[in-house]
Nanobody, 127 residues
Framework: QVQLVESGGGLVQAGGSLRLSCAAS????????MAWFRQAPGKEREFVAT????????YYADSVKGRFTISRDNAKNTVYLQMNGLKSEDTAAYYC????????????????????WGQGTQVTVSS
């Protein structure tokens, strides 16, 4: 079992920045691909970013590319999402997801590829 706890969400003005964190506990963090997804009210969950176990490979949704950065600190069992240049359309609940035993990632993963999920943290961008 892997427990994931997100933090760092909040209310920010358009153009502002937030940094989300996801702390993992339980089963080893080793060889675990991590990702962020988001879901806005009335919309389906969508992929935001993913990072391989070593951090060497990262992929982003086109809608956030150049504005968001995913990173990880394996010594702290934590993954981050730095969000800059926030827009109103970034308003959503953001979820951290983990895939233990799968160190590599691909460009457009599906949520079903990640067995473990956090409870989410709300990001609201005011225009």
């Amino acid at each position: 079992q892997v427990q994931l706890v997100e933090s760092g969400g909040g209310l920010v003005q358009a153009g502002g920045s937030l940094r989300l964190s996801c702390a993992a506990s339980g089963r080893t963090f080793s060889s675990t691909a991590m990702a962020w997804f988001r879901q806005a009210p009335g919309k389906e969950r969508e992929f935001v970013a993913t990072i391989s176990w070593t951090g060497t490979n990262t992929y982003y949704a086109d809608s956030v590319k150049g504005r968001f950065t995913i990173s990880r600190d394996n010594a702290k069992n934590t993954v981050y999402l730095q969000m800059n240049g926030l827009k109103s359309e970034d308003t959503a609940a953001y979820y951290c997801a983990a895939a233990p035993g799968r160190p590599f990632v691909r460009a457009t993963p599906k949520g079903t590829e990640y067995p473990y999920w956090g409870q989410g943290t709300q990001v609201t961008v005011s225009s």
